[in-house]
Every structure is written in C-alpha cells, then in structure tokens.
C-alpha cells in the first residue's frame, strides 16, 4: 500500500470546522476529497469555505478537488483510498459508522478516525477488518496547525501506519506516531499533565488564571515554538533540567480528578465563549475579537516554522 496524493481519493465524513479544514489539508496536497456531510444548511456554505481556505493557503487551483454529498450512498466507494471520520465526540456513533464503512469501503482503504480521546481498539471493536483501522487525530484549525498523530490501535498494521504517515507529509502536515492506544494519545496527555498543575495552582491560590496564561504565552511556551521539551533541555543543560526535576517533582500535583476552579465552572454551565463565560466574561464581540486574533496569531507563527515543514509541490 502506498499513497501517492495525486492519486488518491479521500473521503471525509464530517463536514463541520475539523472536517472541513482536514479536506482543505489532504486537496492541499493534491489528494480528491469529497466531504459527507447530513446537514443540508452546513453542506451549502462548504464551497464558499473551501474556496476562501483555499485561496487563503495560496491552493485556489486545488479547489476543484473538493466536493460535498449528503449521504454516504452518493459515495462511489469503488475508488475511494482513504476514509477520515470526523464525527462528533461518541463512542456509540463512531463505532456506528465504522461498521457501515466497513461494508461500503473496499477492502484496501484505510479507515481513520479522528477521535481526540477514544482509544482506536474500542472504536474498531467487532470490525472484521481492524488492520485497516487506524488514529488520525488533527488539532484545530487542521488546516493552520501542523501535527498529526498517527495512531496504532490493537490490530493496527504498520504498513497502513507508514503509508498514511507519509501521505501526510505530502500534505505538508507533520505526523507523530503513537505506537501505544493510550487515551489522550500523545498531544492532549500532554497538554492535560499541564493543564493539571495548572489548575491546581490556581484552587491552591498560587496564581489567577490570567497568570496562567501569561506564563505559558510569554515565558517557555512561547520558546516551543523553536523547540519542543526534548530538544530544550539539550540547549539548556540535561544536569540543569534533572537538579530543577528532583526539587520540584515531589510537589506536582497527582491527583486523579479534575481542579475545583474547573468542575465548578462546568457544573455552573459556564463552558467559555460558548456560554458567554468560562475563565474569562465573554460578549459576541470579543469573542469576535480573540478569534480573529488567535487565528492571526497561528498564521504569523506558522510562517515562523515554515522552513520546518514539509514543502508541498
């Protein structure tokens, strides 16, 4: 099995913010993409979108490549390569869909999943061709941010997991492989292991949220940009790493449950810009703002680690 981009054919189920911007990132790379999306009112703005995300990538001559259907019926699943779900968060309604796919997608296409949290062994559960199943987890927006994990389940076979690594890197992503089905796979353990200090920090009275979010923008997380936790520690001293670990390991937090300052916000129905209120008090406005700064904020630093990334032709 072997993915050339302008030859395969991809089918994404989904077409809500993550699909949508996955489709962008496989047309980027010249793969055929037809979107399956139920819901007549989203189906309708897809085309515009991709036009626009397109065009903003500076890939409005691969717009052709995209289109949409409304059932998975409409799919001519004789050709199709590769399948990425990305479906709402439950379990009972991938697992739903993967048995369908199974019997529409011919026996060499790979079947995805794009599940942030369940492990891929319990979404393939019962396939009779779990080989072919596989983790493709993206982090939002998929099209500006540039990882993506590539993840073993139980029967994974490591051929489908080199393919699909290497197709992505032709779509100009950056793939990790995760070769263990642990929940949370490898970026959200990690983004969780910090967010749990984080947040016990902030119940212990040490810090506000606002600090929180200063010292991770302004002091090392601004620095990960350039180079990730490993490499640092090269750049500044193992020695001087492991001395700061022994004095401060013994007091991180451990706890097995989430912080005060988070469930109760949750219980309180207060779920952030959703809601109007999570950390911070939110209008329709400054929602409005932040995202059109955030957004602004990963384009600049994504032109910073350009060079980095993998060159699509």
């Known amino acids: 099995m072997l993915f050339t981009p302008a030859e395969t054919k991809v089918v994404v189920v989904g077409g809500g913010t993550m699909g949508a911007d996955v489709a962008a990132v496989c047309a980027r790379g010249g793969c055929a993409v037809q979107v399956v999306e ?3 009112e989203r189906r309708a703005l897809l085309p515009d979108y991709f036009a626009r995300t397109m065009t903003e990538l500076g890939f409005e001559h691969r717009i052709h490549l995209l289109s949409v259907a409304g059932t998975l019926e409409e799919v001519d699943w004789g050709d199709i390569d590769l399948v990425i779900e990305c479906v709402p968060e439950r379990l009972d309604v991938k697992q739903e869909l993967f048995a369908k796919l199974e019997r529409y997608a011919r026996s060499e296409a790979v079947l995805a999943s794009n599940s942030t949290s369940f492990p891929i062994s319990q979404i393939a559960q019962g396939l009779k061709t779990a080989a072919r199943m596989i983790g493709l987890h993206f982090f939002m ?15 994974t076979s490591p051929m489908v997991a080199d393919s699909l690594t290497r197709l992505m890197t032709a779509c100009g992503m950056v793939p990790v492989t995760v070769k ?3 929940p949370g796979f ?9 967010s749990r200090e984080a947040f016990a920090l902030v119940d212990a009275g040490v810090c506000t949220p606002e600090d929180i979010d200063k010292a991770v923008r302004y002091g090392f997380g601004f620095r990960y940009i350039a180079a990730g936790p490993a490499m640092q520690r090269d750049h500044a001293g193992l020695e001087v790493h492991a001395a700061g670990g022994a ?37 329709s406005e400054s929602i409005q703002t932040e995202r059109e700064r955030y957004q602004k904020a990963l384009r600049e630093g994504l032109k910073i680690i350009q060079q980095d990334l993998p060159k699509i032709k």
């Open 141 to 155: 927006p998929a099209h500006l941010v540039p990882c993506v994990e590539v993840i073993y389940g139980e029967k």
């Open 247 to 283: 004095t401060i390991y013994p007091t991180l937090s451990n706890s097995s449950t989430i912080a005060k300052c988070l469930s109760d916000r949750v219980e309180g129905g207060k779920f952030g810009m959703k809601t109007g209120e999570g950390f911070y008090t939110w209008t």
């Open 38 to 40: 139920p819901t007549t």
């Open 180 to 182: 263990k089905d642990l």
């Open 186 to 194: 490898l970026a959200n353990r990690l983004q969780h292991a910090l």
